[in-house]
């Protein structure tokens, strides 16, 4: 028995909705995610014309679908943004090199200016390096404080307004448990926020960071990028099994599996939190002694991961010495 | 070489230790001791039990937690604690809402329980019986109801209690009793949390782990008092409790047998509850600050002020507010047609709550639903009532 689309009710089912669970065909599919992402973008009125914004950009499948929607809504919608690409290069072997390629591809495709900055030069460490300082325990807190202050040193590079990035609707649920399960009070509003930095406190200049794949399914994003023959590295980073957030990312899934809309739901649920009290000691903005960006202590939380690394270093060269 | 002297209970320090308590190993003894003071202390404390006969309205729903709560309860009262016999001068009763109706439909195996000996006789403590279907003017709308609903992601579940829950507020509101005290431990609160969260109710984040909650009934603003005590234990302090306490058997009867194969191979049956207390017990072992960090969390945690408090007649809670269109429709159609006809067909459909509206999708004759139609009289009348 032929099953039809659930959308046009014309068209021949080619798949199953991860949002829905309904029946739905390609082409309803397609104009499906790329009207939700236009919406998500306009009903958050997150972009002005005429701004510069960086699109970081690392080569898996968020990323690539990302440049590919954000491209083609700019020139469909005319939003009339100036686009860039800002690709981070960690310095993992086998895994962020292979991905840069990936990358460059789409710099070509999209004909869109690359800019690169890796860990190495910025901070005199690689991933891979620290892991063999640090071990396997804790590495994605480097990795992710150091790549935060990255992406604000490239996009003040390249001189744009705004930084997007293809956290999806998975994501954000995942972030909103894993600040719930681990105390963080003061992240756990903002798990879900489309907008974030933009608040200006004390003065102090911020980048806003948006996320226009909010209400985005990671799956539909594969599908999307499997069916439109996007090319995306897709790889596990090498030094992420042991991530708490695998916890969390296996609950989600099977979440999804029992009520596939239980991903909007725990983003519907996080939208109901508000900042913290203002009785509630809350970190001050200001900027870190030591690099000059914006830090909620005297010296920031990339600069003093950096010190515990050179000084491990440090003590490494005084041993070999002895 | 010293050998190393064998550790003693932390507390008496001199019995040898049996469980371990907040990292603390205890005796037998001792950890009775500790559940029983801890009980008390929560009861006066933290749910502002200290006026002289203060009526208390225990739900019982024949399972370990509960059990453990009525045990507790009974013992403050008669003054059977094992050590401080000081006595609590608080009116205790006890409320079990009796599901034979619904179970007998579902699981074909099960068995009725009866709890009078335990509640009566054991614990001496006055007991009453509700069936749940007695709140139906026709009990097999009920049946029907269940039916209709989803197999999958506890609708049925959800449904059921938030049935339950009319009873035991109506039932307590008629009664005269401001206190409703229920049973679950905080490891089960933190796995309820979860389990809410996941279904859409945010604002569950105020209220569902607190000790001690106060709830405007809607009908006629009459106030409760939602009480945990038990808040402060985890699920291995009531196991090993009870088997230190009561001979009574929990039969395990297998959930997931009645449902069909699609939904019985997803992930714990296709029940969001099962599945958010098995993550929970999980973490729990791994991180054993788990609970505790969780609850710790939900108390600081803060709401957005809503533009107007009205509550969803169906579980009672304020309504919740939807901030993007994509929380609730997606834009291929598939679902917005259905939507603008139930907005503009069905009596009820702007009072229901967002969770609640997850709870009825996919199920079968969605206008009886929104329309309440075959509903208690009770909820109708709160339906009316709500603005």
């Known amino acids: 028995m032929v099953k039809y689309c659930q959308s046009c009710n014309t068209q021949k089912a080619f798949m199953v909705r991860p949002k829905t669970g309904n029946l739905i065909c390609q082409n309803c599919f397609f104009q499906a995610f790329e009207d939700e992402i236009h919406h998500t973008i306009i009903s958050t009125q997150m972009f002005q014309p005429g701004e510069k914004i960086a699109i970081g950009a690392s080569g898996g499948k968020d990323s690539t679908v990302l440049v590919h929607v954000i491209t083609l809504l700019n020139k469909k919608y005319n939003y009339g943004l100036h686009l860039y690409l800002l690709s981070i290069d960690e310095g993992i072997k086998g895994y962020r090199d292979d991905s840069l390629e990936t990358v460059k591809q789409n710099q070509i495709t999209y004909e869109l200016e690359l800019k690169i900055l890796s860990y190495k030069e910025l901070f005199n460490w690689s991933m891979d390096e620290v892991v063999a300082q640090i071990g396997l325990n804790n590495n994605c807190t480097y990795c992710g404080v150091f790549r935060r202050q990255a992406l604000d040193r490239g996009a003040i590079q390249l001189g744009v307004d705004k930084i997007i990035t293809g956290h999806n609707a998975d994501d954000m649920a995942e972030t909103f448990l894993m600040n719930l399960l681990r105390g963080d009070i003061f992240r756990l509003p903002k798990s879900t926020a489309i907008i974030t930095g933009d608040d200006g406190d004390n003065g102090i200049a911020t980048l806003p960071r948006c996320k226009p794949f909010k209400y985005t399914y990671e799956k539909e994003i594969v599908m999307y990028a499997h069916y439109k023959k996007l090319i995306y590295f897709s790889t596990e980073c090498t030094y992420s099994p042991n991530a708490f957030r695998g916890h969390v990312r296996e609950l989600i899934k099977n979440l999804e599996a029992i009520r596939p809309s239980a991903v909007i739901d725990l983003i519907h649920s996080c939208e109901q939190l508000d900042a913290p009290h203002q009785n509630q000691k809350l970190p001050q903005k200001q900027l870190c002694q030591k690099c000059n960006l914006l830090s909620s202590n005297k010296i920031c939380k990339a600069c003093t991961l950096l010190e515990s690394l050179n000084q491990g270093r440090a003590k490494q060269i005084l041993q070999i010495q002895e | ?387």
């Open chain 2, 1 to 387: 070489m010293q050998q190393k002297e064998p550790k003693l209970c932390k507390k008496c320090k001199t019995n040898n230790p049996n469980i371990i308590v907040q990292k603390d190993p205890v005796c037998k003894e001792c950890f009775i001791g500790y559940v029983e003071h801890m009980f008390k202390m929560s009861l006066r404390l933290k749910c502002n039990i200290t006026q002289k006969n203060e009526k208390l309205l225990v739900c019982f729903s024949g399972g370990q937690n509960s059990t453990a709560l009525v045990k507790l309860a009974s013992d403050v009262v008669h003054s059977t604690c094992a050590h401080n016999k000081s006595k609590m001068f608080i009116e205790v009763h006890v409320l079990y809402i009796n599901e034979s109706f619904i179970m007998k439909e579902f699981i074909q195996e099960y068995q009725p329980q009866d709890y009078t000996n335990f509640v009566t006789n054991e614990c001496k403590l006055p007991f009453q019986i509700v069936d749940i279907q007695s709140i139906y003017p026709d009990p097999y709308i009920l049946l029907q109801q269940l039916h209709n609903l989803s197999e999958s992601g506890s609708s049925r579940e959800d449904f059921v209690r938030l049935i339950k829950q009319h009873i035991i507020y109506d039932y307590a509101i008629k009664n005269g009793y401001q206190n409703v005290c229920f049973g679950q431990n905080g490891q089960r609160l933190a796995a309820d949390l979860f389990s809410q969260l996941s279904k859409g109710r945010g604002l569950s984040l105020q209220s569902a782990t607190k000790y001690n909650f106060s709830f405007i009934y809607p009908l006629n603003q009459n106030k409760l008092q939602i009480l945990h005590p038990l808040k402060e234990l985890l699920n291995k302090d009531i196991l090993y409790y009870l088997r230190l306490k009561s001979n009574l058997n929990f039969p395990n009867f297998i959930l997931g047998q009645h449902l069909s194969n699609i939904v019985k191979n997803k992930p714990a049956h296709g029940n969001i509850d099962h599945l958010l207390e098995q993550f929970i017990d999980k973490l729990q072992e791994g991180f054993p600050s788990t609970t505790f960090t969780v609850l710790s969390s939900a108390e600081k945690v803060t709401i957005k002020p809503l533009q107007q408090q009205s509550h969803c007649p169906l579980c009672l809670e304020i309504r919740d507010q939807v901030y993007n269109r994509l929380e609730v429709e997606t834009l291929d159609n598939s679902n917005q047609q259905l939507i603008n006809y139930l907005r503009a067909n069905t009596k009820y459909y702007n009072k229901i709550c967002f969770t609640c509206n997850r709870m009825l999708q996919s199920a079968q004759e969605l206008e009886n639903f929104y329309n309440l139609k075959g509903f208690p009289p009770l909820i109708v009348q709160i339906a009316d009532t709500i603005q």
